[in-house]
Structures are given as C-alpha cells and as structure tokens.
C-alpha cells in the first residue's frame, strides 16, 4: 500500500517525529510551498502563510488541508469545496492564548494610562471562541461589557448584543476578535474604517489581535492624527510581515502576530491536525494524541503576592505581567520591524494562566476570586 504523504509548514511546532511512522511528511517554510511541492500530497497542515487556493492546488492529488489555527482566510474554501478537497481549521485552540494577550494588554495600559479597568467599558466585536473569552476576563477585572456579534444576534436574538454604533460611542477600549471575510452581509474587511473611527468614543482605545485587513490603515493614521485616539494596539497588520512602520512605532503595543502562539495554543492546533488526518484517512491511531514535551515556562510557575497596601490594579498587573510582560514583544519589533517572520516563527516559550498558581498574601476574597475567573490556579 502507498505510503500517505504530507506537506507541512515547518513552524508547526510538536509535529515531527509524530506521523513518520505512518506517512512521509515534506517540512518546508509555509510561504514558499508550491504547486509542485504539493503535487503528489495527500496532505497540507498548513499555518497562515500559506496561500491553498487554485493556483497551488490544482492538478494535485491533495485530498485534505489541515490548518493549526483558528483563522483560514488562507484557504480557498469555495475551491477546496467545489474541487472535493476537505479543509478543516482549529476553532478555539488559541482562544486562551489571545485571552491571556488582552489581559497583558488592558493590565498594562491600566499602570500606564493610570485608570482603573472597572471604571471602564469594554466593547467586544465578534464574540466567538476568542471574543467569549475575553468578555470573561474584561468581567473578572470589573468591566462593563459590550457585546457585538451580528451572527450570533440573529441567530440567538439581540437581547445580549449592542449594535455597533453603540458600542464605538460607549466604550473607552475597543477590541476586535473577528474572522477576515471580503463578502456578505457580514463582510469584515476594513471594517474599521474613518467612518468606524469617527464614531468612537474620544479619547478611547482600539485594539486588533483578529487579522491586519479588518483595520484600514490608512482610516487608523487618520484616526490618530486627528486625536480621536488616547492608544492603539496591533498585534496584526496589512501587508504582513511588513507592517507599516509609521504605526508600528506609534503603537502603545505592535507585536508581531503572536497573540495566540502561547505554546499551548500551538500545542491544540497541531493536535487537531494531527487527529483530523487520523480521522479522515481512517488511521486506527493516535486518537487522542497531545504533546507530552511541551516545555515549561522561562518563569517560576508559582506566584507569591502580596496584597499589602496594592490595589486590586496593582494585584492583576503583577499576577498577569509575572506570565506575560508584552511590551517585551513589542519592543523587539520596534527594534528590528524587518524580523517579522523569525520574530514569529522562534517564538519564546509562553505559557497560559492556567499553567501558573498564585499564592495570595492579604489579598481579599474577591479579588482572589477574580484572580481565579482570569484563570490563575489559586492556593
């Protein structure tokens, strides 16, 4: 029998030495795969620097595509159907990771700005497996939420939404953690436009964690030099891996996209891919595979705080900034813009809340309580 065979980014962490015994697997940079390289595959895991549509797929004997992220806005899903090629994405994987990266974010613009989060209104655009998640922590930090997430309103009705005009004129903190879509009703390239910007709130704060196309760059510059803006924070630019150096350098926070390359976050995409090509190729194997060696992280995974004469603001940011001090990864990007992808693809080990224990020390019951709901372990 034919041995099955397997393109593969190799930034995918985890993977090799995985699906050797039974497939042979190609490893090559995602943004260089081509037709030919594909042409005899089975198989594509791919992240999101691969372009699956017709020009690479056509003639190949590719019968699935497997991307270890949520996102795939990559992948041609109307030709992969119509060519009866399956494609299948990795919804929620890095959902924490992103969750962890909002909270680093709000904690830090909170010791900087000087403002207390529970004074202040959050607005959430698209409230899925990332978006659900940061509501979830924005309430454990004493925010007031708004939801905006036109699917799910018609789907499940309006009563937990609020129509986005609303929420830009509300909120202090825009965030938005929504899928790249060109078409429909629900179209969300440069969904954020001058006319989007014109209706926030002065003053207030935008964020991107989703994908670079769903801001327009040029309405985000207008948006800042016209002061409509006290701070913006990209994790996600247009015309990656070069992001536009004027807003780069502006940024409160620029990182590289890699809100969600926590390693747990890439440890869940992998292990779905892994369990799909299983799946699909009928592989009585490895149904429930997970990386056994994902490594600890730089930091100790126990926290002592003491609460003595801190705030509550002072108590998260020295919790969340002790797992993850993001203006690290923003500062190596200011310092070297042109690293982008390496920045990317030698990513240090970051690991999730819920890989760290706090030990309070005079610290109250609610704000205990609260460290648990933001996903610390608590002793």
């Known amino acids: 029998m034919k041995r099955l065979k397997i393109i593969a980014d190799d930034k995918i962490p985890f993977l090799k030495g995985v699906l050797e015994p039974y497939a042979d697997i190609v490893y090559l940079p995602g943004a260089k795969i081509t037709a030919a390289d594909v042409s005899d595959a089975d198989a594509i895991f791919t992240r999101t620097r691969t372009k699956c549509n017709e020009t690479l797929l056509k003639g190949s004997s590719v019968k699935l595509i497997a991307t270890a992220t949520i996102g795939f806005d990559h992948i041609d899903t109307d030709y992969c159907d119509a060519a009866g090629i399956r494609w299948v994405n990795a919804p929620g994987c890095n959902s924490w990771s992103v969750q962890q990266y909002i909270t680093a974010v709000i904690v830090t613009l909170a010791k900087e700005k000087s403002f207390t989060p529970a004074d202040l209104t959050l607005g959430v655009i698209g409230v899925g497996n990332v978006g659900s998640k940061v509501v979830r922590v ?203 992808e390496e920045q990317r693809g030698g990513y240090w080990i970051r690991r999730e809340f819920k890989n760290f224990t706090v030990h309070p020390v005079n610290i109250g019951d609610d704000t205990v309580e609260s460290l648990r709901r933001i996903g610390f372990r608590i002793v």
């Open 138 to 340: 924005a309430e454990a930090l004493g925010m007031r939420v708004l939801q905006n997430d036109p699917p799910r309103a018609e789907r499940e009705g309006e009563a937990a939404f609020t129509a986005l005009d609303n929420l830009l004129s509300e909120s202090d903190i825009v965030t938005c953690h929504t899928p790249l879509t060109k078409e429909g009703i629900y179209r969300t390239y440069h969904l954020a436009t001058d006319d989007f910007f014109a209706k926030m709130k002065p003053g207030s704060v935008f964020i991107n964690t989703s994908r670079g196309p769903v801001t327009d760059t040029e309405a985000l510059k207008r948006a800042i030099q016209s002061g409509r803006l006290s701070a913006y924070i990209l994790d996600v630019w247009e015309g990656e891996p070069n992001p536009d150096r004027d807003l780069l350098n502006g940024a409160f926070i620029g990182t590289p996209h890699i809100a969600g390359y926590s390693s747990d976050g890439k440890a869940n995409g992998t292990a779905a891919c892994i369990r799909e090509f299983c799946n699909f190729f009928n592989l009585n194997i490895l149904p429930d595979w997970y990386p056994g060696d994902v490594p600890p992280p730089p930091m100790p995974v126990s926290i002592v705080i003491d609460g003595s004469g801190k705030s509550n603001e002072q108590i998260f940011f020295e919790a969340v900034t002790h797992t993850y001090p993001v203006w690290e990864d923003s500062n190596r990007l200011k310092a070297s813009p042109e690293t982008f």
